[in-house]
């Protein structure tokens, strides 16, 4: 007979009837709520990407060119920063940031050849 905590976790988590349940073993039960934990798939890392001092024009404009390439446009630099790329009215704080996170920085003639030729400047 599975034990009480097994019996719970099996009712909350299957569709086994009192009866299954209460035939099962604890180390049978065991076996089953382990089974049920799906394992978990690594996510490619979605490459992000920020722009900054650049006319609400121009930024929308980049905003689709880098959503067309399957980039994830962020309004602000956090740890999971791929990409800064800054224009002449860059604040010097996001620009600090993303220098300590390690993001990687480019110029907007950076970026459209980054975009038509996949070359990460450096």
């Known amino acids: 007979m599975a034990g009480e905590l097994v019996s719970r976790i099996l009712r909350s988590k299957t569709n086994l009837t009192d009866q299954e349940i209460e035939a099962m073993k604890d ?3 065991w076996r089953l709520i382990y089974s049920l934990n799906p394992v978990k798939v690594q ?21 689709g060119t880098a959503a067309e390439r ?43 050849e980054f975009i038509h030729t996949g070359v990460i400047p450096g």
Do not use: W
């Open 27 to 29: 180390p049978e039960g």
């Open 70 to 112: 399957g980039l994830h446009v962020v309004e602000s630099v956090t740890t999971t920063l791929t990409y800064l790329c800054y224009g002449n009215n860059a604040g010097p704080v996001k620009m600090k940031k993303a220098k300590e996170i390690n993001s990687i920085l480019m110029t907007e003639d950076e970026f459209m």
């Open 43 to 63: 996510r490619p890392k979605k490459e992000t990407i920020c722009f900054t001092g650049f006319s609400p024009q121009t930024k929308e404009s980049l905003h």
